[in-house]
């Protein structure tokens, strides 16, 4: 591992022009990462094709997608507060344990053939705990890795580089392990995964200043957070877009069990490369970011991304080639990350750093959080309506979504450059 970490490091210092990989921690977090997420997104794949492959219901897979996200939304806001309290790193240390502890028991219960659909709930419930505390802890910990603050914008682009890379190699990698050697091996892979997340906490060299422990309660803490999202208007403006893009923009990652299996007449393999496909493109979005400089112009690109994620969800509907399908993806997978790493990248460069994490919460709630909701609408719409119409419905949805944002961009411009000229002028 080590010297793989080091030809890692060369690499990327001497043939590319990354800022953020100058500070050694970060190159530890990306190795690490990338590995773990790998495997945490293989296990996204195989639980749902298991859960279809033993009830044969889209209802029932878009209630255990709800189930197993719900954690992670009720989860979300209390990470937030323990982030802005606590050591980040000393949380994700421990938030990585309890994930390889509940990814090896389900890695056991497939093995030795006790696993069914009440078992695969109750564990996926367990995952979206883990879930819920570890991505605003994650997201806000990037800042900590950076020794300059302006490889901080370069860090987040390739924070989401590193996920969407994850995303793509673990689907993939998942889907051929479904088709040849089964579930289990992907939740093993997940498990023995985490073991490179842990080695890289373990090896950084981190300042770590004394925790001033707060006297204000939890829930007023949480509240003071809320109410900064409310009233800085580029974090609620940018968050509100978020969460539409989460509950209907991704809708269609909880059917495409559904397209694989029944409309393109696929197997598990055909599930991996549907999964995958979207994360090509997500790759291409955040390597385009990780070469841009500064934030301006971002706004206008966030605004844009839901309308080309309808645009694409409409057209994936009514495709019934395989590869057709795959190359549809691949564009709804660059405009849903550019839409979510651009998201990320405005908020943390002008977030005051007294609510980083609590911001970042909100944000993750934004996304991630509404994933439960998604699952489920986009279940149940697929139940009454059929997979292809829901899809229509929500493409619908995220073009409402680009038109109302579009109507307030100008305000939310100007807010956003009177704060980078702020903060410009004290850092003169």
Same mark, same amino acid.
């Given at each position: 591992?080590?010297? $793989?970490?080091?030809?890692?490091?060369?690499?990327?210092?001497?043939?590319? +022009?990354?800022?953020?990989?100058?500070?050694?921690?970060?190159?530890?977090?990306?190795?690490?990462?990338?590995?773990?997420?790998?495997?945490?997104?293989?296990?996204? *794949?195989?639980?749902?094709?298991?859960?279809?492959?033993?009830?044969?219901?889209?209802?029932?897979?878009?209630?255990?997608?709800?189930?197993? /996200?719900?954690?992670?939304?009720?989860?979300?806001?209390?990470?937030?507060?323990?982030?802005?309290?606590?050591?980040? +790193?000393?949380? &994700?240390?421990?938030?990585?344990?309890?994930?390889?502890?509940?990814?090896?028991?389900?890695?056991?219960?497939?093995?030795?053939?006790?696993?069914?659909?009440?078992?695969?709930?109750?564990?996926?419930?367990?995952?979206?705990?883990?879930?819920?505390?570890?991505?605003?802890?994650? +997201?806000?910990?990037?800042? =900590?890795? *950076?020794? =300059?603050?302006?490889?901080?914008?370069?860090?987040?682009?390739?924070?989401?580089?590193?996920?969407?890379?994850?995303?793509?190699?673990?689907?993939?990698?998942?889907?051929?392990?479904?088709?040849?050697?089964?579930?289990? /091996?992907?939740?093993?892979?997940?498990?023995?995964?985490?073991?490179?997340?842990?080695?890289?906490?373990?090896?950084?060299?981190?300042?770590?200043?004394?925790?001033?422990?707060?006297?204000?309660?939890?829930?007023?803490?949480?509240?003071?957070?809320?109410?900064?999202?409310?009233?800085?208007?580029? *974090?609620?403006?940018?968050?509100?877009?978020?969460?539409?893009?989460?509950?209907?923009?991704?809708?269609?990652?909880?059917?495409?069990?559904?397209?694989?299996?029944?409309?393109?007449?696929?197997?598990?393999?055909?599930?991996?490369?549907?999964?995958?496909?979207?994360?090509?493109?997500?790759?291409?979005?955040?390597?385009?970011?990780?070469?841009?400089?500064?934030?301006?112009?971002? =706004?206008?690109?966030?605004?844009?991304?839901?309308?080309?994620?309808?645009?694409?969800?409409?057209?994936?509907?009514?495709?019934?080639?395989?590869?057709?399908?795959?190359?549809? $993806? *691949? /564009?709804?997978?660059?405009?849903?990350?550019?839409?979510?790493?651009?998201?990320?990248?405005?908020?943390?460069?002008?977030?005051?750093?007294?609510?980083?994490?609590?911001?970042?919460?909100?944000?993750?709630?934004?996304?991630?959080?509404?994933?439960?909701?998604?699952?489920?609408?986009?279940?149940? &719409?697929?139940?009454? $309506?059929?997979?292809?119409?829901?899809?229509?419905?929500?493409?619908?949805?995220?073009?409402?979504?680009?038109?109302?944002?579009?109507?307030?961009?100008?305000?939310?411009?100007?807010?956003?450059?009177?704060?980078?000229?702020?903060?410009?002028?004290?850092?003169?």
């Amino acid at each position: 591992m080590a010297n $793989l970490y080091q030809r890692f490091s060369k690499q990327v210092r001497f043939k590319l +022009h990354l800022p953020a990989f100058r500070s050694r921690n970060f190159r530890l977090y990306f190795l690490g990462q990338t590995f773990s997420l790998s495997g945490t997104f293989m296990t996204q *794949v195989a639980v749902p094709w298991l859960i279809y492959d033993l009830t044969h219901s889209p209802w029932l897979l878009g209630l255990a997608g709800f189930l197993g /996200f719900l954690p992670t939304l009720i989860l979300l806001p209390l990470a937030g507060v323990l982030s802005d309290r606590w050591s980040r +790193h000393y949380i &994700l240390t421990i938030v990585q344990l309890l994930g390889m502890v509940v990814s090896g028991t389900l890695t056991a219960l497939v093995f030795t053939g006790m696993a069914n659909f009440q078992s695969l709930l109750l564990l996926s419930v367990l995952l979206g705990m883990v879930k819920g505390l570890d991505m605003p802890i994650r +997201h806000a910990f990037v800042s =900590e890795m *950076v020794t =300059e603050r302006e490889d901080l914008a370069n860090a987040i682009a390739l924070n989401s580089i590193m996920l969407s890379s994850s995303r793509l190699f673990g689907p993939a990698l998942g889907g051929i392990l479904l088709a040849t050697v089964g579930a289990g /091996f992907c939740f093993l892979f997940d498990t023995l995964s985490y073991l490179a997340a842990i080695w890289a906490l373990a090896s950084m060299r981190l300042n770590r200043p004394a925790i001033s422990k707060s006297k204000v309660s939890a829930w007023k803490s949480l509240k003071e957070g809320f109410n900064y999202v409310q009233n800085f208007l580029p *974090v609620r403006m940018i968050i509100l877009l978020l969460a539409i893009q989460g509950v209907f923009g991704i809708s269609y990652t909880a059917l495409l069990p559904v397209f694989a299996a029944d409309i393109l007449r696929g197997g598990a393999s055909s599930l991996g490369f549907l999964s995958a496909s979207g994360a090509v493109g997500s790759v291409l979005a955040c390597v385009y970011l990780s070469q841009r400089r500064g934030i301006a112009g971002l =706004e206008r690109t966030i605004g844009l991304c839901p309308a080309v994620i309808g645009i694409g969800l409409i057209a994936f509907s009514v495709s019934r080639s395989f590869l057709l399908s795959l190359a549809i $993806l *691949v /564009f709804v997978g660059a405009a849903g990350t550019l839409q979510v790493a651009c998201s990320n990248t405005v908020v943390q460069s002008i977030v005051e750093e007294s609510k980083r994490g609590r911001v970042m919460s909100i944000y993750a709630m934004s996304l991630v959080g509404m994933m439960p909701f998604s699952n489920l609408i986009g279940g149940t &719409l697929a139940h009454y $309506l059929g997979a292809p119409q829901a899809l229509m419905v929500c493409a619908i949805v995220c073009f409402l979504g680009s038109t109302w944002y579009g109507q307030k961009l100008p305000d939310l411009t100007r807010s956003i450059q009177m704060v980078t000229a702020s903060r410009q002028s004290v850092n003169l």
